[in-house]
């Protein structure tokens, strides 16, 4: 009779109070946001507790606050990927805009600004659109571009305040420029084409922002009898683990971005994770965005929700707080760097 008691009990519990608990044994995932058609970009603003991400067709900016628990969201007249906030104004945002790089006031309450455009990328490539996109630690802005049309017409730039008249070309041609991040020590780049199968890895001069020397880290190819997919977004972790959201293979993968051993698989109820982002107070909560836009009918009967951004608890470890935007002083006026040169 005791023993039913206790096991009853135990099943009760909630299960932070279970002993042991090894990482990400326990790993919960949770849905937080209704389906958009592709969810992507998210990035947690740890200053005010505010996760952004963006649905690209739908030209949408969307905004929660953590601890309110509430969403908002303005739409942008064209197809939006990513979404930054600076370092100078939380509210001043500067985000993907088509081909162009746009900013826009807006404090999630009161209507946002007109949107102004900075820059437009890929000028000999008119099809093509902007797409993922990261801010480094002197707030310079990575951010590629990917065609409709045809192959080798995309490419990575460095938008800077002094630059925005002729961005710099850091990486061409590419298919699907896609995730970035860098590691702790700030001396590797992590780069993600989605045409490809491939995450490479680049030497990166933290004093001049340069990158060299490419070598593949992790190859899906090398992995198939544990993931399918392509590498999509990504982030890291506090000890410069990868993880990877694998596009077609419904997982965020935690790659060791120094041997490209794959430490840890994170499914998903739904084929295409797009992206990944740490959040929380504690940035301990790797949030995940999904698309559906691939998915035939009866891949979305089966899949619950896919569009969705989703939470998952328990990994057993964190991120690094994410880099702002400094390519702007507010809506209407140059970055002051600028004046300098
Ligand atoms: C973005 O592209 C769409 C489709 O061509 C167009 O309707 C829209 O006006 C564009 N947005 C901007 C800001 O140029
Ligand atoms: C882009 O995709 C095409 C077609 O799959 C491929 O031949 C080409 O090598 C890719 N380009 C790059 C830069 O990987
Ligand atoms: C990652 O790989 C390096 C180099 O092989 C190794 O020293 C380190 O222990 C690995 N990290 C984990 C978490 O396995």
């Known amino acids: 009779m005791a023993t039913t008691v206790i096991t009853f009990l135990t099943l009760l519990a909630p299960i932070w109070s279970l002993q042991p608990l090894t990482p990400t044994q326990y790993h919960g995932i949770y849905q937080?946001?209704?389906?958009?058609?592709?969810?992507?970009?998210p990035i947690w603003d740890y200053r005010n507790n505010i996760l952004y991400f963006v649905s690209i067709y739908e030209?949408?900016?969307?905004?929660?606050d953590f601890f309110k628990q509430e969403f908002s969201s303005i739409f942008l007249d064209g197809e939006v990927a990513p979404v930054i906030p600076s370092v100078r104004d939380s509210?001043?945002?500067?985000?993907?805009l088509n081909r162009s790089v746009a900013a826009v006031e807006w404090d999630g309450v009161s209507e946002p600004s007109e949107t102004r455009i900075l820059t437009t990328l890929a000028p000999d490539f008119p099809t093509s659109r902007v797409n993922d996109g990261k801010a480094d630690k002197e707030g310079n802005l990575w951010i590629g571009t990917t065609s409709y049309e045809g192959p080798n017409e995309g490419i990575l730039y460095q938008v800077t305040c002094e630059n925005l008249d002729s961005p710099r070309i850091e990486i061409a041609p590419v298919n699907i420029s896609?995730?970035?991040?860098?590691?702790?020590?700030n001396d590797k780049f992590f780069y993600i084409d989605a045409g490809s199968t491939q995450v490479v890895e680049y030497s990166y001069n933290d004093e001049t922002g340069e990158i060299s020397n490419r070598r593949v880290v992790f190859d899906v190819n090398d992995h198939t009898e544990q993931v399918i997919g392509s590498p999509h977004g990504m982030t890291i972790d506090e000890d410069d683990n990868l993880w990877v959201?694998?596009?077609?293979?419904?997982?965020?993968?935690?790659?060791?971005?120094?041997?490209?051993?794959?430490?840890?698989?994170?499914?998903?109820?739904?084929?295409?994770v797009t992206s990944a982002t740490w959040g929380g107070p504690y940035l301990d909560m790797l949030y995940v965005t999904s698309s559906r836009i691939s998915l035939t009918?009866?891949?979305?009967?089966?899949?619950?929700?896919?569009?969705?951004?989703?939470?998952?608890?328990?990994?057993?470890t964190k991120g690094r707080p994410a880099?702002?935007?400094?390519?702007?002083?507010?809506?209407?006026?140059?970055c002051e760097k600028k004046m300098h040169i």
């Open 297 to 316: 009918n009866e891949q979305k009967l089966g899949q619950p929700a896919p569009g969705t951004v989703f939470f998952v608890v328990g990994l057993g």
């Open 91 to 96: 509210n001043l945002l500067i985000v993907g």
């Open 59 to 64: 030209g949408e900016i969307h905004r929660y």
């Open 32 to 41: 937080l946001s209704d389906p958009a058609i592709k969810a992507d970009c």
């Open 245 to 272: 959201a694998l596009y077609g293979g419904g997982a965020v993968v935690r790659v060791n971005s120094s041997n490209g051993d794959i430490l840890n698989i994170v499914s998903f109820p739904t084929l295409g």
């Open 323 to 334: 880099y702002f935007v400094d390519i702007l002083d507010s809506i209407d006026k140059e």
């Open 178 to 185: 896609n995730g970035l991040t860098w590691n702790a020590a």
